[in-house]
């Protein structure tokens, strides 16, 4: 193995260990706290060094996204997408500003092919609360999957967050002049109607996912 500090090679070797046994790969707060680091920079540090010497590849705007290029390893299976908060398929719900959720620590994630991400990035997770989006096979207590994202077309499916109300949901999306319409998918629930001023484009959804149990 290339000049590694016992540091690195004790990451290198717990990353190659964890892929082993679970088919995809640690957190950087799992490899911190196995490997007794002080901090998840200095974990962060020692990984920029593996990566810069060509033993592991990292995607950075995907949590959990390390893959070992050298030394063994399977190669991961599944890749871990943070959960973020929870939307609203149903009346709006205060949820976390968009600057709230790209602080968060990425603790709780859903973990998923990485087919199904693709070549995205800034992919993150929501929990849905609420039935309004039934007949887009989108339950309540489901997890869908968004890409980051500030604009929208017709009929997409978004996370919309009303400026005025404070307040975050998820809908299908329509401009209608200076308006929108955020239209349910279950035809006993109105859509909602604002102006497009009101109106922020967090993210759109790629995937919906229901837990299993």
């Known amino acids: 193995m290339k000049e590694l500090s016992a540091k690195q090679r004790r990451i290198f070797e717990y990353i190659r260990g964890f892929i082993d046994d679970h088919d995809y790969p640690p957190s950087i707060r799992q490899i911190q706290e196995a490997c007794q680091?002080?901090?998840?920079?200095?974990?962060?540090?020692?990984?920029?060094?593996?990566?810069?010497?060509?033993?592991?590849?990292?995607?950075?705007?995907?949590?959990?996204?390390?893959?070992?290029l050298q030394g063994g390893g399977r190669r991961p299976r599944v890749v871990a997408v943070p959960i973020i908060g929870t939307i609203a398929a149903g009346q709006p719900i205060p949820v976390p500003s968009a600057d709230t959720w790209q602080a968060y620590d990425h603790s709780d994630t859903i973990e998923v092919s990485p087919e199904m991400?693709?070549?995205?990035?800034?992919v993150y997770a929501l929990r849905v609360k609420g039935n309004s989006m039934i007949d887009a096979l989108v339950n309540d207590g489901d997890v869908v999957l968004l890409q980051t994202a500030g604009s929208a077309r017709d009929g997409e499916m978004v996370a919309a967050w009303l400026k005025k109300e404070q307040e975050a949901t998820l809908k299908k999306f329509y401009r209608e002049?200076?308006?929108?319409?955020l239209q349910p998918a279950n035809e006993t629930m109105a859509p909602i109607y604002t102006d497009a001023s009101n109106v922020e484009i967090q993210g759109k959804v790629i995937a919906a996912i229901r837990p299993l149990g």
């Not at 002049?177 to 319409?181: A, K, Q, T």
């Open 37 to 68: 680091i002080s901090s998840t920079s200095v974990v962060d540090y020692n990984l920029r060094i593996l990566e810069r010497l060509g033993l592991i590849r990292r995607d950075r705007e995907v949590s959990r996204a390390i893959e070992l």
């Open 117 to 122: 991400i693709g070549d995205r990035e800034n």
């Open 177 to 181: 002049g200076d308006h929108v319409r």
